[in-house]
């Protein structure tokens, strides 16, 4: 079957990873559990930031702003 809308390679994927590589090789790595999911989070936030178009401090700080209260479309109405 060939699926053209599909690439034949995974380079796209191995670009989101090499900021995470690259990070780990500069730093040593993460020295606890916490400090690993720590890490995974940020990266995961920022790369879906990224393909979304967002600018990702801008996004933070809405996020920070609506600390202990429902985000927007969440809340009960």
């Known amino acids: 079957m060939s699926y053209p809308q599909v690439k034949p390679d995974n380079n ?7 900021p995470i590589v690259v990070h780990r090789k500069v730093s040593g790595g993460a020295r606890s559990d916490w400090g690993a999911e720590l890490v995974a989070q940020m990266f ?6 990224r393909l979304q178009g967002n600018n990702a401090i801008t996004a933070l700080c809405e996020l920070l702003s609506l600390a202990g209260r429902s985000p927007p479309g969440l809340a009960p109405t």
Not at 12 to 17: C, I, Q, S, V
Not at 44 to 49: A, D, G, H, K, P
């Open 12 to 18: 796209d994927a191995e670009r989101a990873l090499r």
């Open 44 to 49: 995961s936030f920022l790369e879906t930031m």
